[in-house]
């Protein structure tokens, strides 16, 4: 079955950390070249926070920069957003996706979505 799954997601205060997991099934994890974490609020577009590619190197939006990690265990098929010092604005619903395209964080142009776990952060 094609598909990712995120989850981790909860309600932490301000300055808390939480760790958001993506399981990407077979197909997409073997056939994508980039991973990334996309996250919209409500009212708000979707936006791009993280994205790794085959080799691991990353690149963050500059809201997260120095607080969000983003990391994969190519043996699991497992994507990772650990957010750290979280703050009220980082309150999204969070999504990962797979792309076909390299180092990407073009919401238009990733194939493949999750369902989203929710983050609340307050303050």
């Known amino acids: 079955q094609v598909q990712l799954s995120e989850s981790g997601g909860g309600s932490v205060q301000a300055g808390g950390s939480l760790r958001l997991s993506c399981l990407a099934s077979h197909f997409i994890y073997s056939t994508s070249y980039c991973m990334g974490w996309f996250r919209q609020a409500p009212g708000k577009e979707r936006e791009g926070v993280a994205a790794?590619?085959?080799?691991?190197?990353?690149k963050y939006a500059d809201s997260v920069k120095g607080r969000f990690t983003a990391s994969k265990d190519n043996a699991a098929s497992t994507l990772y957003l650990h957010m750290r010092s979280l703050k009220p604005e980082d309150t999204a619903m969070y999504y990962c996706a797979a792309s076909r395209v390299f180092m990407t964080m073009t919401r238009d142009e990733y194939d493949y979505w999750g369902q989203g776990t929710q983050v609340t952060v307050s303050s």
């Open positions: 790794i590619d085959l080799d691991g190197t990353t």
